[in-house]
């Protein structure tokens, strides 16, 4: 038994000596907690949302005011008139409207019913759900607080209205994720072994006395690439429009420009990653790490950005998926052009020129 002892202490400090094993027993668990406990839901808060008030009563006031102080809504603005809304959506920055329609109180009053227009941005149709559900809720508690103080049962119908999605369709938002989703893996992913291949095959001398100066070397490495990208997104576009009947409302040009970009970016990071790593399993398995988690996590396709801890939000702006996933939603479903757009092109390009750049150097830095 003794013996038995001395060999469990001696595995206990093999374990304590190791930083990797430490961190693989508790660091995992607890991120998981974290992530999946806190951050990661698919309950919705704080979903910027505008109120087109025609009545301006004290029943739509009540009604508002439910609105402002919910944890579900942050009441982004109040606006004038109803031709406002469109524009509001077409800004990407806000996913419901609610419209209450003049002499609201005074219909509730007199009539006993009245109706309130709820307006929600369904290329994600589940987040539109939830959010329509919520604010009816609302409602239907002020209603409630109404039929508690008199006789007469009063009834407020909400005319419910799904604006680029109106038949809820989940390939609207499904086909944009997986199409951030598999560009940007794929990409890395291909070159992330290019370089490092000609390390483990030995050709790497060839290409240290070619008198090909290291950006033609690089380049050289992301055309085929590229081109077999293009290829690659001309063949999901045509499945995704012609199988899932999913529509493209804006410039078919400018979806092949901004795919590009990020074809660009995905290509310049596997380069990186090519540059800085010895082996090739090691090269994939950052690359899947790096790229596939975050992806689906941070985009903002399966978990809605907003309701995630300020850390993490903050960590999102750095995955390129996330800004192709609002550019190819805002081309393809809205129909908007370069002008609603331009904020997340420039980053994606800033992006995309800095890892070609810090490839570059990095490839350079081995010649010397």
């Known amino acids: 038994?003794?013996?038995?002892?001395?060999?469990v202490r001696k595995e206990f400090y093999h374990v304590f000596r190791d930083p990797k094993t430490l961190l693989l027993l508790f660091g995992m668990p607890i991120a998981q907690i974290i992530l999946f406990g806190f951050a990661l839901t698919n309950e919705i808060k704080n979903s910027k949302i505008v109120v087109c008030d025609y009545a301006n009563d004290i029943a739509s006031h009540r009604i508002i005011d439910k609105i402002a102080v919910s944890d579900n809504f942050v009441l982004e603005q109040n606006l004038m008139n109803h031709y406002?809304?469109?524009?509001?959506?077409?800004?990407?920055?806000?996913?419901?409207?609610?419209?209450?329609?003049?002499?609201?109180?005074?219909?509730?009053?007199?009539?006993?019913?009245?109706?309130?227009?709820?307006?929600?941005?369904?290329?994600?149709p589940n987040t539109a759900n939830t959010l329509t559900n919520y604010a009816t809720n609302i409602i239907m508690s002020y209603q409630q607080e109404l039929m508690n103080d008199r006789r007469p049962p009063m009834q407020i119908h909400t005319d419910i209205r799904m604006i680029y999605n109106p038949e809820l369709k989940g390939v609207y938002n499904f086909v944009p994720g997986v199409m951030a989703l598999v560009l940007l893996l794929v990409c890395v992913l291909m070159t992330s072994v290019s370089?490092?291949?000609?390390?483990e095959n030995g050709t790497m001398e060839i290409l240290l006395v070619s008198p090909f100066k290291p950006i033609m070397v690089v380049?050289?490495?992301?055309?085929?690439?590229?081109v077999l990208s293009i290829i690659n997104l001309t063949v999901i576009l045509v499945m995704s429009t012609t199988l899932a009947g999913l529509p493209?409302?804006?410039?078919?040009?400018?979806?092949?420009?901004?795919?590009?970009?990020?074809i660009l970016c995905a290509l310049s990071l596997g380069l990186l990653i090519s540059n800085v790593t010895a082996s090739q399993q090691t090269a994939m398995l950052i690359s899947l790490m790096g790229m596939l988690l975050p992806t689906i996590l941070l985009s903002g396709f399966m978990f809605p950005l907003e309701n995630m801890p300020v850390p993490l939000q903050i960590i999102a702006n750095i995955v390129p998926s996330k800004w192709y996933y609002i550019i190819i939603k805002s081309v393809m479903l809205k129909g908007l052009g370069i002008g609603a757009i331009w904020k997340e092109t420039l980053i994606l390009a800033g992006m995309t020129t800095f890892l070609l750049v810090l490839s570059i150097k990095k490839f350079k830095n081995r010649l010397a």
């Not at 800004?91 to 307006?119: R, T, W, Y």
């Open 248 to 262: 493209i409302h804006g410039s078919i040009v400018l979806l092949y420009f901004e795919s590009s970009l990020l």
């Open 1 to 7: 038994m003794k013996q038995f002892m001395i060999f």
């Open 219 to 226: 380049i050289a490495k992301a055309v085929p690439y590229f």
């Open 84 to 124: 406002e809304i469109e524009d509001a959506f077409k800004s990407g920055k806000i996913k419901l409207a609610i419209v209450f329609p003049a002499n609201f109180n005074e219909d509730l009053m007199h009539e006993n019913k009245a109706q309130v227009q709820i307006i929600a941005d369904a290329s994600d």
């Open 195 to 199: 370089i490092v291949k000609e390390k």
